[in-house]
């Protein structure tokens, strides 16, 4: 069912199957130089676009007028391998192949898209997204320009050359492994899931750039059986990443990993409830970015004034130790692109430089609307949908603190390990996650294991109560998560070293 | 279309069996759809489209896979379709794995459920755009001084939808969606501003309220969080609203899956026929009310509908069990999905329960959180009204309630008389005694 709300949450995990530092540079011979595996003009060779139907479609959309239009085209096929009962006994496929047509005039988007990549569909779709103007018609550019952009995860071999033998195993033995670690496993689940996404954008203004987007993970779910108890957890490891990541290694420890962490939910208690200080150890608990000031900073809120950030843009938010970065040029991180979906090279946005707040994620629409130049925000789910500004890899810098010193500091409260399920009200910077693991904080060290514990705060109060930062930083290297927003999903990634946080609510029992 | 679908379904079939396959099950859908919002008085997008996609499960030696595409030309399908085929037969034996048994094909019902409005053709791009305008003006003038953003919005769709076996069945259903809705955003203390949002879903134009209506139910739902705060950690009866027992109840029902159970991963696996709730709950499965939007004569399988009763008085009486995983569990399947659920509805309305309960917390939205469908332990993130003596107190935020589902229902007290008619879920607000509720 559509909503036309704006609640925004994201989705971590191994069960969410159903979210390095580098400044973009030019290469000398662009995009071309690291397809290698394949040639450039995939959708012309393919589907029969040229470059005469693409101009011929954007003159279309520009029929009434509008400052801009562009086209999206994709072919992207989803595979899934899953294990259930110690057998790879199902598959799933997905190819998903469409033309997004959008036609801008100030703030307005006209948008219209089709599933047959022939000139006369494309040029009713385009009508369609025409409509949003009504003005006298424009001209598209003459000529189309090849992007050129650095290659963040190069692909030398594709996916769908990878022969299913070989993804079988790596399946299996995740299975096997979980099993062998403990006569307390009864049930385990593996999903393999690999994608390749082809896009091309071309752009009314003369860009035409062109990508081979590659996403996979491998997840895993644990359940154990204790005196009749019965607990589940689990893992995943993943991104933009190729099948060679997959190492017997890394089955290995996303074995491990799940078995760990099921097993220790034995132990777990739900603490009591009530604010309290909460330190959130490194790594994936940067969802906390992700929902605290993530969200707020996407550049539609804050044009819209619906964003609690849209007054604080110079403003001290946070101490001095405290640096967060919204990046898209992380090696072969879930949340990396190349270029966005409007054409826009990867590159990486500062939202809060030494404390104070310094700059929203744009799409091109708020970018004009601001006088900025578009910081390669601008993102969506498929040809189905339209761009609006999105996160990519979202982080904190380290900072000097020890990260003893932070649970020592926080003395009683609790430490948060892994979280999913995070969502924040944009307007009033309300957000909420889900402790899936982590620790109590009793007299200045880590006492019982917790679990199933929701935490809310406010964004910008927890921002400034972010009292102590330690230098153990770690990206998130699960591929899994997904974010959500206006009801189209994006894949990103997160890090963070550990920080302690003055105080948050906790939701567990009465203490 | 119809024959369109119809054909193309066969077609798909002829190959996937003419490739090697034992057995297939063929999903086609169509739908074309007109999405409309208004910001600031005029289009902030406008959005219109047709889509098609056809799936086909491919049973072939004891094997399984699920392949779908958007890809429709000849050529295309029949190469996607061999390769699924052949791609089949690598993975690993699964005697479980077959088509359902004919026999629950048969006895699909054959009332009238009012699936499609026959007035949907009439539809102008006017009508679209007056009534996304009356939304946005009434919500305007509710909101009045404090409105920051109003968005008001609009969709309509006509789908259709085949499901063909190749041991029998073949099925079709058509159905229109109509949906009206607006957010506001509020001015409020500080840099705090809340929002709300209304919306309304029905498979009729005629069964929506007026635009006027949902703009003026958004601009009051965005005021009534104006000044929320926290307060002290404290056990209280707890309401919850309608429109947002589905999301708290999905923890409960997803507990209720043969695959949940079959996986050890459910907390009502060993529970049948006992107690997991109080006696104001029963859960019904009615696939047959016309016009609801989880109407249907056959599921997803093409396995007759049928009326069930889910749980009675507080007592477990079924599970959704699909084919699959009824043959692993070695039960009688009932069906892999839910329909329409209902919760019978109470006497009294929410004031008034509320004026009996003293101090409490009127509960309108959830954020964040998790439900453990193995343990049954559940926490999440709350907004709403403190109330006390049936009178609003003030609005709340950055609040938690903790607790089990096993629990938790046990201590139902009370269905309000307002079952929510927008949703499949078709709950009424629910009371529940002594929850934590965490804040300060």
Redo the contacts between chains.
């Keep these: 069912?559509?909503?036309?709300?704006?609640r925004s949450?994201i989705k971590t995990g191994a069960t969410a199957a159903a979210a390095t530092i580098a400044v973009p540079a030019i290469l000398p011979r662009g995009w071309y130089a690291f397809a290698q595996a394949e040639a450039a003009g995939y959708f012309e060779r393919e589907f029969g676009v040229s470059e005469a139907m693409c101009r011929r479609v954007l003159a279309r959309a520009l029929a009434k007028g509008g400052d801009f239009a562009d086209l999206f085209f994709e072919h992207t096929i989803s595979n899934f391998l899953i294990l259930?009962?110690g057998?790879?006994?199902?598959?799933?496929?997905?190819?998903?192949?469409?033309v997004g047509i959008r036609t801008v005039k100030g703030?307005?988007?006209?948008?219209?898209?089709?599933?047959e990549l022939n000139e006369k569909a494309m040029l009713a779709?385009a009508s369609?997204a025409a409509?949003?103007a009504a003005a006298s018609s424009k001209n598209p550019a003459r000529e189309f320009a090849p992007l050129k952009t650095k290659n963040y995860y190069p692909v030398k071999t594709l996916f769908s050359s990878v022969p299913?033998?070989d993804k079988?195993p790596v399946v299996q033995s995740v299975n096997d492994k979980c099993f062998a670690l403990s006569p307390l496993v009864?049930?385990v689940?593996v999903v393999f899931h690999d994608q390749q996404k082809r896009i091309l954008v071309v752009t009314s203004d003369g860009v035409k750039a062109e990508d081979l987007q590659p996403r996979s993970y491998i997840a895993s779910t644990v359940?154990a059986?204790k005196n009749g108890?019965?607990?589940?957890s689990g893992w995943n490891f993943g991104g933009r990443r190729e099948f060679s990541y997959y190492t017997p290694a890394l089955a290995e420890k996303l074995a491990k990993m799940s078995v760990d962490r099921t097993l220790i939910l034995f132990d777990a208690i739900?603490p009591p409830?009530?604010?309290m200080p909460v330190v959130l150890g490194p790594g994936v608990t940067g969802v906390l970015l992700h929902e605290a000031i993530g969200h707020g900073m996407e550049a539609d809120f804050n044009r819209?004034?619906?964003?609690?950030?849209?007054?604080?843009i110079g403003k001290k938010v946070a101490e001095p130790f405290v640096s967060i970065i919204d990046d898209g040029t992380v090696p072969h991180l879930t949340g990396s692109i190349n270029f966005d979906d409007e054409g826009t090279p990867g590159q990486k946005t500062v939202l809060v430089d030494k404390g104070i707040l310094t700059g929203y994620l744009h799409d091109k629409i708020s970018a004009r609307f601001y006088g900025v130049k578009p910081t390669g925000n601008g993102r969506r789910q498929s040809y189905?949908h339209?761009v609006i500004p999105r996160m990519r890899n979202t982080y904190m810098l380290d900072g000097e603190a020890e990260p003893e010193d932070l649970i020592k500091a926080a003395d009683k409260g609790i430490y948060v390990q892994d979280v999913?399920?995070?969502?924040?009200?944009?307007?009033?910077?309300?957000?909420?996650?889900?402790v899936?693991q982590g620790r109590q904080v009793e007299n200045g060290k880590l006492g019982a294991p917790i679990?199933?514990?929701?935490?809310?705060?406010?964004g910008?109060k927890m921002l400034s109560n972010i009292i102590m930062v330690a230098n153990d930083f770690e990206f998130h290297e699960g591929g899994a998560g997904a974010c959500g927003k206006d009801g189209q999903a994006a894949p990103v990634g997160f890090g963070q070293p550990s920080c302690l946080v003055k105080s948050m609510?906790?939701?567990?029992?009465?203490? | 279309m119809k024959q369109e679908l119809h054909d193309l379904a066969e077609r798909a079939i002829k190959i996937a069996k003419s490739a090697g396959a034992d057995d297939c099950r063929v999903t086609i859908g169509g739908e074309r759809f007109v999405?409309i919002?208004y910001?600031d008085r005029?289009?902030?997008?406008?959005?219109?489209?047709?889509?098609?996609g056809l799936r086909v499960e491919i049973f072939v030696n004891k094997?399984?896979?699920?392949?779908?595409?958007?890809?429709?030309r000849p050529e295309s399908l029949k190469t996607?379709i061999e390769n699924?085929v052949a791609?089949?037969s690598?993975?690993?034996?699964?005697p479980f794995?077959t088509l359902p048994d004919p026999k629950y094909y048969q006895g699909r019902g054959t009332i009238d459920l009012k699936q499609y409005d026959p007035d949907y053709e009439k539809v102008t791009p006017e009508s679209r755009h007056s009534f996304v305008k009356a939304i946005e003006e009434s919500c305007l003038a509710r909101g009045g001084d404090k409105v920051?953003?109003v968005?008001a919005?609009c969709?309509d769709s006509h789908s259709e939808q085949l499901l063909m076996t190749s041991n029998g069945f073949d099925g079709y259903e058509e159905a229109s969606?109509f949906?009206g809705?607006?957010?506001m955003?509020?001015k409020?203390e500080g840099?705090?501003?809340?929002?709300e949002?209304s919306?309304a879903?029905a498979l009729s134009r005629k069964a929506l309220p007026r635009p006027e209506d949902i703009g003026a139910d958004a601009a009051a739902r965005a005021l009534s969080?104006l000044g929320?705060k926290?307060v002290k950690?404290e056990?209280l009866p707890i309401i919850i609203e309608n429109r947002v027992v589905a999301r708290f109840g999905s923890g409960f029902v997803q507990a209720m899956f043969g695959r949940s159970i079959q996986?050890?991963?459910s907390f009502l696996a060993d529970k049948k026929g006992q107690k997991v709730a109080s006696n104001v709950l029963t859960l019904v499965d009615d696939p047959f009310i016309p016009g609801a939007?989880g109407s249907r004569t056959f599921d997803g399988e093409g396995i007759a509908a049928k009326k069930r009763v889910m749980i009675e008085a507080g007592v477990l009486n079924d599970f959704y069990v699909d084919w699959y995983y009824s043959r692993?569990l070695g039960w009688e399947p009932t069906t892999g999905s839910p329909s329409n659920l209902i919760i019978p509805p109470g006497k009294r309305s929410v004031k008034e329960i509320m004026k009996d309960l003293g101090r409490g917390i009127f509960i309108t939205g959830f954020?964040?959180?998790?439900s453990?469908?193995?343990?049954g332990?559940?926490?999440?993130?709350i907004?709403g009204q403190l109330f006390e003596k049936g009178e609003p107190v003030h609005p709340v935020?950055?609040?938690?309630?903790?607790d089990n589902h096993l629990k938790i229902w046990q201590r139902l007290a009370e269905a309000a008389n307002d079952p929510y008619a927008f949703s499949q879920q078709r709950f009424p607000s629910l009371v529940f005694t002594d929850v934590?509720v965490?804040?300060?």
Excluded at chain 1, 1 to 6: L, Q, V
Excluded at chain 2, 63 to 72: A, H, M
Excluded at chain 2, 90 to 94: G, H, M, R, V
């Design positions: 069912m559509k909503h036309i709300t704006r949450f259930e009962d057998k790879v006994n199902r598959a799933a496929c997905d190819v998903a192949l469409g703030d307005q988007v006209g948008y219209g898209f089709t599933q779709a369609t409509t949003i299913l033998n079988l009864i049930k689940n359940v059986e108890r019965r607990e589940r739900q409830a009530g604010e819209k004034k619906i964003s609690t950030y849209c007054t604080m189905q339209y999913a399920n995070g969502q924040v009200k944009i307007g009033e910077g309300d957000f909420a996650f889900y899936s679990k199933d514990v929701n935490i809310m705060g406010n910008p609510t906790v939701g567990g029992v009465k203490g | 999405e919002s910001r005029k289009p902030e997008n406008i959005k219109e489209a047709s889509t098609k094997r399984f896979s699920s392949q779908s595409t958007s890809d429709l996607f699924a791609s089949t690598l993975l690993a034996e699964d794995r920051i953003s968005t919005g969709y969606v949906y809705g607006a957010e955003t509020a409020d840099d705090r501003r809340p929002a949002y919306v879903v969080l929320a926290k950690t056990t996986q050890k991963q939007l692993k954020i964040g959180g998790n453990n469908s193995t343990t332990d559940t926490s999440i993130g907004t935020s950055e609040m938690n309630i903790a934590v965490s804040g300060i």
